[in-house]
């Protein structure tokens, strides 16, 4: 029975929840910049924000943990497997937050930014204040795709040796000879986490929902 | 006449293309201040895209544009500040979609001027009790007919207290029975000494509140006259067909 489990996987299912909350906000700036980077006038900010986005979205996010916990350090700076899976987790979502937001502003009718623009708002303020507010509207449902793949993704982490809920598991199966019993206490630990959020996100649609 | 107004907003030679396609060609237009410019023209012809260039929200590819004394400059922080100072009403209204009609109105003088909430929300309720709105100020946008929000639109104009407003066919997207209520702010614009630029279709306020007439056939200028000769036939050949065809019924 995979309920007997869920005691042993507490302390795994705690990192996996940080990493999930701190790599979400970390994706959500990255995501919100770039995305305001790809709009913007200014081509070197354009291309910037372009290259970034396919080079980041099109490398496997295992081989991108990896690059950053083992290759990073080389080059410097150094922090402990946690933080290095949270930066990972956070560039390689940033991307996905990007495209997600891009769409929403693009949905966004060019009558809108043209209006504040014409009261002598700057690129910035047409941004911030009327441009973005209706874009996150439009974007909740896919940034809620974006966050709860997120979620499941924190599960590379265990590929540095962080101890999440998928590297305790593996331990586990080990120790336990019951893979399929522990298997479905991890499944069902990772519900915890991305159920509510799933719920939450359809709550925060019909709630934030532009009349138009 | 016109020559004796300072001269407000200046476009010389002005030229503009989409890709391969000419839009305007050599457009000469000067508006003085307190005049009241209606620019006229089929469809195509140009005129939106002429008013456009004015804010430079379309850039232009020759020519040059003098607005209050200062040139246009390039996309940044100057050009906000001249915008400004330059009121412009869309066609399509373009309400902010997720702010109330007085944020709508509140946003430019605060984030812009630098007005105090106070201070910009009294003068908002000024220019809505004048366009005859005071009672929508906490409803959205989506719950306004056409007109509403037109006559919002151009309260939300002019709250930046601007020095010259343009309207972009103020009336094209409005059912009929909603166009005279925003041609009623307009005109009461006009008597009180706004300088305006009109691309419309409306004949009527063209002939009443008109100064002067423009007319753009292919992005050139035609005709550039007062009302009056221009409706009484002495007017371009084209233009006197393009009035033949749309007063004919």
């Given amino acids: ?8 996987l507490a302390e795994g299912f705690l990192t996996t929840l940080s990493l999930t909350l701190l790599s979400a906000v970390g994706a959500l700036v990255i995501g919100t910049v770039l995305a305001a980077m790809r709009v913007s006038p200014v081509p070197v900010l354009r291309a910037v924000g372009t290259t970034y986005v396919q080079l980041v979205r099109n490398t496997p996010l295992p081989v991108l943990a990896v690059l950053f916990a083992l290759g990073l350090p080389v080059l410097g700076p150094s922090f402990g497997f946690f933080t290095w899976a949270v930066l990972a987790l956070a560039v390689y979502t940033g991307a996905f937050v990007c495209e997600a937001l891009r769409s929403g502003i693009n949905a966004v009718g060019v009558g ?5 623009r014409a009261i002598g708002l700057g690129f910035g303020q047409t941004m911030r204040l009327v441009v973005l ?8 449902p896919p940034l809620g795709n974006v966050l709860i793949a997120l979620t499941k993704n924190t599960a590379v982490a265990a590929t540095i040796s962080v101890a999440d809920i998928t590297l305790r598991s593996n331990a586990l199966i080990t120790s336990s000879a019951d ?9 069902l630990a990772y519900l915890v986490i991305t159920l509510p959020l799933g719920l939450a996100v359809d709550r925060l649609e019909g709630r934030v929902a532009v009349v138009r | 006449m016109t020559q004796t107004r300072a001269p407000l907003v200046v476009l010389e030679g002005v030229v503009k293309r989409f890709g391969s396609h000419q839009v305007l060609t050599d457009v000469d237009l000067v508006v003085g201040a307190g ?17 456009r260039t004015i804010n430079r929200l ?3 590819d020759g020519g040059r544009i003098v607005v209050d004394g200062q ?3 390039d996309e940044g922080r100057e050009l906000a500040r001249l915008r400004a100072d330059i009121g412009m009403v869309f066609q399509s209204f373009n309400l902010f979609a997720h702010k109330s ?21 009294d003068r908002a309720m000024a220019l809505l009790e004048r366009v005859g709105l005071a009672d929508k100020a906490g409803a959205s946008p989506a719950q306004l007919s056409g007109g509403q929000q037109q006559r919002v639109a151009i309260a939300r104009a002019l709250a930046m207290q601007p020095k010259v407003m343009l309207f972009d066919e103020p009336t094209s997207a409005l059912d009929p029975e909603f166009i005279s209520e925003v041609l009623e702010v307009m005109k009461g614009l006009a008597d009180d000494g706004m300088t305006m630029v009109v691309v419309t279709h409306e004949m009527g306020f063209a002939r009443s509140a008109a100064d002067r007439i423009v007319f753009l056939d292919q992005g050139r200028v035609l005709d550039d006259t007062v009302p009056g000769p221009f409706f009484d036939g002495t007017s371009s050949p084209r233009a006197r067909e393009f009035l033949s065809k749309i007063l004919a019924h």
Avoid: H
Avoid at chain 2, 46 to 51: A, E, P
């Fill in chain 2, 35 to 51: 005049e009241v410019v209606v620019v006229l023209g089929p469809s195509g012809s140009g005129k939106s895209t002429l008013i």
């Fill in chain 2, 58 to 60: 379309e850039t232009i």
């Fill in chain 1, 133 to 140: 507010p209706q874009a996150f509207r439009t974007v909740v």
């Fill in chain 1, 112 to 116: 809108q930014g043209e209006a504040a």
């Fill in chain 2, 101 to 121: 009609v007085l944020d709508n109105i509140t946003l430019g003088p605060v984030k812009v001027r630098g007005a105090s909430k106070a201070e910009a929300r």
């Fill in chain 2, 71 to 73: 040139p246009l400059p």
């Fill in chain 1, 179 to 187: 893979p399929l019993g522990v298997i479905g206490a991890s499944a």
């Fill in chain 1, 1 to 8: 029975m995979p309920f007997q489990y869920l005691d042993e």
